[in-house]
Nanobody, 123 residues
Framework: QVQLVESGGGLVQAGGSLRLSCAAS????????MGWYRQTPGKERELVAV???????NYAASVKDRFTCSRDNAKNTMYLQMNSLKPEDTAVYYC?????????????????WGQGTQVTVSS
């Protein structure tokens, strides 16, 4: 019922920029923490950035000072501004959200994942 849709991925040259968006939709009672993850073939999914409902952010060391995560709670949307991109940033980027929904058993919180968006950085 709750869906996360990423957009904004694409092909860029090293040093370029992209802005990813993650839009949450569905019967969401409350959106709690959200995060960006990325994954390349043969590697485990890596945390890129997490942002709390009130805007506290943690970044992976590899992207700190290059990427900026933000959110618009009114739009249920999270963003990832990626600057100074490197070939090592090439991956599928996934949106994650901890959201509270109404169920027949009351309010429940679950983790949701988007389908991912491909980011490719050429050298």
């Amino acid at each position: 019922q709750v869906q996360l849709v990423e957009s904004g991925g694409g092909l860029v040259q090293a040093g370029g920029s992209l802005r990813l968006s993650c839009a949450a939709s569905g019967s969401i009672f409350k959106s709690n923490a959200m995060g960006w993850y990325r994954q390349t073939p043969g590697k485990e999914r890596e945390l890129v950035a997490v942002i709390s409902s009130d805007g506290n952010i943690n970044y992976a060391a590899s992207v700190k000072d290059r990427f900026t995560c933000s959110r618009d709670n009114a739009k249920n949307t999270m963003y990832l501004q990626m600057n100074s991109l490197k070939p090592e940033d090439t991956a599928v980027y996934y949106c994650n959200a901890d959201a509270t929904i109404r169920t027949p058993w009351g309010l429940k919180s679950y983790l949701y994942w988007g389908q991912g968006t491909q980011v490719t950085v050429s050298s």
